[in-house]
Structure formats: structure tokens, C-alpha cells
């Protein structure tokens, strides 16, 4: 269980609770955490997807990435962004940058840009305010499973999350919000 740390009252990545390959509940549990130890700045959270519709999501230093700049294409990826004046924070479970690692080096170095990128791999971005991911995110995780019912990766220990039910990540291919909210 993540227990809140004396840096910024944010935990590290060690004493959270974290499962490869199962990044929207990682950062629905850190957001739990925020909203237990220090509920007036979960306003200042915003939960970011990122995808697209062709679910080959380019994205570097990555820890299950390859290559010198660790690089993974995933289906798509979800990573909490903080801002607490004068800093902007990324915390991702998956990146070899740091947790957290400020948001102008998340940007450069593991999305990077897209001037010279396929079509087909561009990136949408879905933010949304962390208060309002911790209430509404629910996941039955039936996208981690393989047709004959085996899982693709081991789930977390807990019970799936059940919050109101939205699944926000079944309907992101649908979404083209980006994030301009910390540019």
C-alpha cells in the first residue's frame, strides 16, 4: 500500500502499488492514495490516456521498452500529471525518466514529437480532472484477457476497480482531447 512521502507528500514509486501492463489501475490507486492523505490537491491532478485508433501507441523510455531509447508501442498508456505552482509533474509507473519527472522532460523525451510520425500512430490525449477518474473509472479488465479466458499479464491482487461504472479507456479511441491543458 502507498503510504505518502515527505517529498511534496507524494510516495515513490517503490512503496506504491504497481502491476506491469496495468497502468490505469496504477494511477486510479495513486489517485486514491492523493485523495486519503491530501484530498485538496487531488484538484490539481489530471489523469492522461493516451492511444490512438489504430492501439500502437509509440512511446519511449518506457521500462518494458527496447533499444537505447527503451521504446514500446502500446495499446495505449495512462500516467497522472500534477501541477503545483511553479512545477508540473509526470507520475508514471513505466518510464525509466523518474517519479516524477517534470512534465517538459515526459513531454520531449517519452512522447515526443510528431512532425515526422505515420499518420496512423499519432496520438490522442484524454484528460481528465483525477478527482472525476478516481469516481467514474471501473474496470471489469477483460482487455487483459486472452480469447480461451488466460490472463495476458498477471492482474493486480486486489479485487477489479469499481467505481460508477465508465470505462474510460474502451471508449479513448473516440476521443481526440489534447492536452493543452499544461502547454
Given at each position: ?101 517534470s512534465f517538459s522532460d515526459y ?28 469516481k467514474y473509472f471501473s474496470s ?12 495476458l499479464k498477471p492482474p493486480p ?27
Open positions: 500500500m502507498c503510504t505518502m512521502g515527505s517529498e511534496d507528500d507524494f510516495p515513490s514509486a517503490a512503496d506504491c502499488f504497481y502491476t506491469s501492463h496495468y497502468c490505469e489501475e496504477n494511477v486510479w490507486k495513486l489517485c486514491e492514495l492523493i485523495s486519503q492523505k491530501k484530498s485538496d490537491f487531488l484538484d490539481h491532478c489530471h489523469c492522461v490516456f493516451v492511444s490512438n485508433d489504430s492501439k500502437v501507441t509509440p512511446l519511449w523510455h518506457q521500462k518494458v521498452g527496447s533499444g537505447d531509447d527503451f521504446f514500446v508501442a502500446w495499446d495505449y498508456h495512462v500516467f497522472l500529471v500534477c501541477k503545483s505552482a511553479p512545477f508540473i509533474k509526470v507520475y508514471d509507473f513505466d518510464t525509466t525518466l523518474g517519479f516524477p519527472v513531454m520531449e523525451k517519452a512522447i515526443g514529437l510528431e512532425t515526422n510520425m505515420v499518420p496512423k500512430y499519432r496520438r490522442f490525449f484524454r484528460v481528465i480532472p483525477a478527482s472525476e477518474y478516481l471489469d479488465r477483460r482487455h487483459m484477457k486472452k480469447a480461451n479466458g488466460d490472463w491482487p486486489y479485487d477489479p476497480i469499481q467505481s460508477n461504472g465508465i470505462l474510460y479507456h474502451h471508449s479513448l479511441n473516440q476521443s481526440t482531447i489534447l492536452m493543452s491543458l499544461y502547454l
